[in-house]
């Protein structure tokens, strides 16, 4: 069995395991409270009213994502099914918390490296506006964005529909961006069942009703539709501009940056589609959230607020902080030890985070005992949370879209039950992620051994198989990297007696 391609991995098998649930776009997850504090102190004066102060570092204790998938594209609208993500938000943090449990909620939009430094912030802001709006259901928000487009991030006609389909079963309203019949005819409907002049006309009375009722159709849990109140957020409704509670961060913080090779490829006009797709992870909005009981004075939270311009935002940045969010020589990501990130203050409370995760495809070839490909073959895969399942193709391989993971996923897989019952899954293996690479290095080699089925404790002893299964006499580093990278498969199967 082989990892053929570059899966996403967090930098422990921790990070996305236990402690956090993960979805098709989103993921939820707890900070480990850390078992002992290390404080430094020194003597206070003997005259004066000097004195040693302990504060608590600015840590959150919980954090929520939400990805790009869960959006319209180029846009701040929020897709019907971005509910999966929301139930996660929580089973994270309840609405009815209270006490030390009733987390501070901060609202931070993202956008990928590309475009303009003010434009992305713009966007980045409207995205972490609507989902504040949401979760607080505030309506005039999302008026807001509806009543003042910019540039592609237009609400129209369409938005209008898609909230109509998801509102009413069987809606006859079209997605056509148009005013049509089917589609008069359903607002219509939906203005006698709310009590509304029936125009057949979505005007402001008709929005207010349709954005409340779609935002709870989206936000909710399994006990039904949930929502915070503005005092469950870091100004604790303090704030009329969002304060703390709610800003973006244009292109400024990547978890992900490609090589200059790959950035120099990627600004070919033909490559702008697989350039969007390869950034999935930088457009995010994420949801970071604070103990009660810390001293967070929300006047002087270092970022400024939606509206205001990129100055605040790059009076955080480290110095070298342009060169950490371009390309370099090689590519990086965040939660694998590369610098991406330019604020200085987001750096601080995203470190080791397990929203800052990359998702990237996962490909995987399954061997057989003899040694040839497992075509069709039915297969379940497990990583953290999310379970995957579906056939293999024609080579024996199989191909997730961007998925959220550890270290390592679990993989089990066979053949097809005769009677229709199901499949019948006897082989089983954990397989390490991130383990293909174009210069592998002996510690990589190990793992690459242990997704090929060499797993002994001896190295000497998994490429002696290795030389025999693969009938060739170069067991080097750089042999096994071409095998696992090509998942070819093997020539023999050792047999042992």
Not at 9 to 21: M, P, Q, V, Y
Not at 23 to 41: C, D, H, N, Y
Not at 368 to 382: M, Q, V
Request: with cysteine; hydrophobic share 35%.
């Amino acid at each position: 069995m082989v990892v053929a391609d570059d899966a996403l991995a967090g930098a422990s098998t921790d990070k996305l395991s236990g402690n956090a649930l993960a979805s098709e776009a989103g993921v939820a997850a707890r900070f480990k409270t850390p078992s002992e504090s290390i404080l430094s102190v020194a003597p206070s004066t003997v005259t004066g009213n000097t004195s040693n102060t302990l504060r608590r570092p600015l840590r959150p204790s919980a954090c929520f994502r939400i990805d790009d998938l869960r959006f319209e594209f180029d846009s701040s609208f929020i897709k019907p099914d971005a509910a999966e993500e929301f139930a996660l938000l929580a089973s994270l943090r309840s609405p009815t918390a209270t006490g030390e449990a009733a987390l501070l909620l901060s609202v931070f939009g993202h956008a990928d490296p590309s475009g303009a430094d003010d434009y992305n912030k713009t966007l980045a802001g409207r995205r972490a506006t609507a989902v504040y709006g949401l979760l607080v259901r505030d309506a005039a928000l999302w008026e807001e964005l509806y009543s003042q487009p910019f540039h592609g991030d237009t609400w129209g006609v369409k938005q209008i529909q898609i909230i109509l389909r998801e509102l009413q079963d069987g809606s006859s309203s079209t997605l056509s961006g148009f005013l049509d019949q089917p589609t008069t005819a359903a607002v219509k409907a939906f203005q006698r069942d709310v009590g509304l002049q029936q125009s057949g006309f979505p005007g402001t009375d008709t929005r207010k009703q349709l954005f409340l009722q779609y935002m709870d159709a989206i936000c909710r849990d399994g006990s039904g539709p949930f929502r915070y109140a503005p005092e469950d957020f870091l100004s604790r409704g303090a704030s009329p501009d969002g304060k703390a509670d709610r800003q973006g961060c244009s292109e400024f913080n990547p978890i992900s940056i490609f090589s200059k090779s790959e950035a120099k490829e990627f600004e070919k006009p033909q490559n702008k589609a697989a350039r969007d797709a390869e950034n999935l992870s930088n457009r995010r909005v994420v949801v970071y959230m604070f103990s009660p009981s810390l001293p967070i004075t929300p006047s002087s939270w270092p970022c400024p607020t939606v509206k205001e311009g990129v100055g605040g935002c790059k009076a955080q940045f480290f110095p070298d902080g342009d060169a950490r969010r371009n390309p370099q020589d090689v590519a990086r990501q965040y939660l694998r030890g590369g610098r991406t990130m330019a604020c200085k203050f987001y750096d601080r409370i995203a470190r080791a985070s397990p929203c800052e995760a990359v998702r990237q495809n996962i490909v995987i070839f399954l061997l057989g005992e003899d040694g040839k490909p497992s075509k069709n073959a039915p297969y379940r895969l497990t990583t953290g949370t999310q379970v995957r399942e579906g056939v293999s193709d024609e080579d024996g391989r199989i191909i997730e879209p961007p998925v959220l993971a550890a270290l390592t996923c679990e993989i089990e897989w066979g053949v097809s039950d005769d009677d229709g019952t199901g499949p019948i899954l006897p082989n089983y293996a954990e397989v390490f992620l991130n383990a293909s690479s174009e210069n592998a290095d002996a510690e990589l080699v190990k793992r690459q051994l242990a997704n090929l089925g060499f797993k002994s404790d001896l190295d000497r002893e998994n490429r002696r198989a290795f030389r025999d299964d693969y009938q060739q006499a170069d067991d080097s580093d750089s042999a096994v990297n071409a095998a696992h990278q090509t998942g070819r498969p093997k020539a023999k199967r050792t047999i042992l007696t």
